[in-house]
């Protein structure tokens, strides 16, 4: 169906890097679809709910300081597309976030969706964005409700992507993974997923048919898939369809590259999806006390012994502390004297091995 008229776009106001208002001119038309690109690319997009009036609220995921061109249509009703620039000047107010969001691991990538595991304190919201290359081509915000969030987005071709996140109601550094979409998953594996896990890297799957399967070999790539080995062999149960697990135990440190070869008795395979895992050096990481006073406590677990980075900075990122501590396997504690600093904001970055993580505490005599 036609609309009867318009939409046209009047007015673009109430422009923030996360949102705007858009007034627009026209009759019948109760819904929007819209777009904001930037250079031929689209970084938002979304479709209103019924709309009351002829103005329209959209939020998108955190765009940077500079111009786009919003493009809205009918939505509940065919009609031209409308298009008008506007410019973004970023004034980002969000508090830091108080840890994380860490992007772990990326569940079960398909064409229209995906879930990832993060780990983060106080983290309400994540911004995320897909990448081809260094083109942004999805991206929104997601309310989380648990640390494995389901994000969906418009259909993807096979290929190569990367995941980016950050935090949404606060401030964070941006974490990335690669995925993949689309040609190697064989139909005998419905669910191919990686998880970090006290042990090492859990990985599952559940194998819906295998027609005379001898079972599954289990490889791993190292963060730049240019080196593999086989470090598992499972073989198929009596029944052959149902859940699989196998926990890598001596995983890399950083991104770990995860494929299955799923073998039959004729010694023929079929290759899955390649699925990914951060495992980190150091975890349960706790800043105590928050605000502080004079000594804050930095106490976290560490999966080897070696030579770690802290590197304190105040609010304008001017460094005013830093220490090498000699970091053991197991529980460590690391308290630094700030005493002699003034009250407000400062971060702690953390270096260690290829990790690095950041830090906050909030100085207060």
């Known amino acids: 169906t036609n609309c009867p008229g318009g939409p046209t776009i009047a007015t673009?106001?109430?422009?923030?890097?996360?949102?705007?208002?858009?007034?627009?001119?026209?009759?019948?038309?109760?819904?929007?679809?819209?777009?904001?690109?930037?250079?031929?690319?689209?970084?938002?997009?979304?479709?209103?709910?019924?709309l009351s009036s002829n103005s329209a609220t959209l939020t998108f995921a955190s765009l940077a300081a500079g111009t786009y061109s919003l493009e809205i249509e009918g939505g509940n009703c065919t009609s031209l597309v409308s298009t008008s620039n506007f410019n973004v000047v970023i004034t980002d107010s969000r508090p830091t976030c108080q840890f994380g969001p860490l992007l772990k691991s990326i569940?079960?990538?398909?064409?229209?969706?995906l879930t990832f595991n993060f780990h983060?304190?106080?983290?309400?919201?994540?911004?995320?964005?897909?990448?081809?290359?260094?083109?942004?081509?999805?991206?929104?915000?997601?309310?989380?409700?648990?640390?494995?969030?389901?994000?969906?987005?418009?259909?993807?071709?096979?290929?190569?992507?990367?995941?980016?996140?950050?935090?949404?109601?606060?401030?964070?550094?941006?974490?990335?993974?690669?995925?993949?979409?689309?040609?190697?998953?064989?139909?005998p594996v419905a669910r191919f997923e990686a998880v970090p896990a006290t042990e090492g890297v859990e990985l599952a799957w559940t194998a819906q048919e295998q027609k005379e399967g001898s079972g599954f070999e289990v490889i791993r790539y190292n963060g730049n898939l240019k080196t593999s080995a086989v470090i598992g062999n499972i073989p198929s149960s009596d029944q052959q369809v149902g859940e699989y697990r196998f926990?890598?135990?001596?995983?890399?440190?950083?991104?770990?590259?995860?494929?299955?070869?799923?073998?039959?008795?004729?010694?023929?395979?079929?290759?899955?999806?390649?699925?990914?895992?951060?495992?980190?050096?150091?975890?349960?990481?706790?800043?105590?006390?928050?605000?502080?006073?004079?000594?804050?406590n930095i106490e976290f677990y560490s999966k080897i012994a070696g030579q770690g980075k802290l590197e304190t900075f105040n609010i304008s990122g001017v460094k005013v502390n830093a220490v090498q501590p000699k970091i053991t396997e197991g529980l460590n504690k690391v308290s630094l004297n700030v005493t002699g600093l003034a009250d407000g904001h400062y971060f702690i970055k953390v270096y260690y091995g290829v990790q690095e993580m950041n830090l906050r505490f909030f100085k207060s005599n």
């Not at 079960?108 to 969706?113: F, G, L, N």
């Open 120 to 187: 983060g304190e106080n983290v309400a919201s994540i911004d995320w964005k897909i990448l081809q290359g260094a083109t942004t081509i999805r991206s929104a915000r997601v309310q989380l409700a648990s640390d494995r969030p389901t994000i969906t987005y418009g259909a993807l071709a096979p290929g190569s992507y990367t995941l980016a996140i950050e935090g949404g109601a606060c401030r964070s550094e941006v974490q990335t993974m690669g995925f993949q979409i689309g040609g190697l998953l064989p139909v």
């Open 247 to 296: 926990v890598d135990r001596t995983p890399l440190f950083g991104v770990n590259h995860y494929q299955l070869n799923v073998i039959d008795k004729n010694g023929t395979y079929s290759k899955s999806e390649i699925v990914n895992a951060r495992y980190e050096v150091i975890d349960k990481v706790i800043v105590s006390p928050n605000p502080v006073k004079d000594f804050v």
């Open 107 to 113: 569940i079960d990538p398909k064409a229209t969706q």
């Open 12 to 50: 673009i106001k109430n422009i923030s890097s996360t949102g705007l208002t858009v007034d627009f001119n026209g009759s019948g038309v109760s819904a929007l679809t819209w777009r904001i690109k930037q250079g031929g690319s689209t970084l938002a997009n979304g479709k209103t709910g019924t």
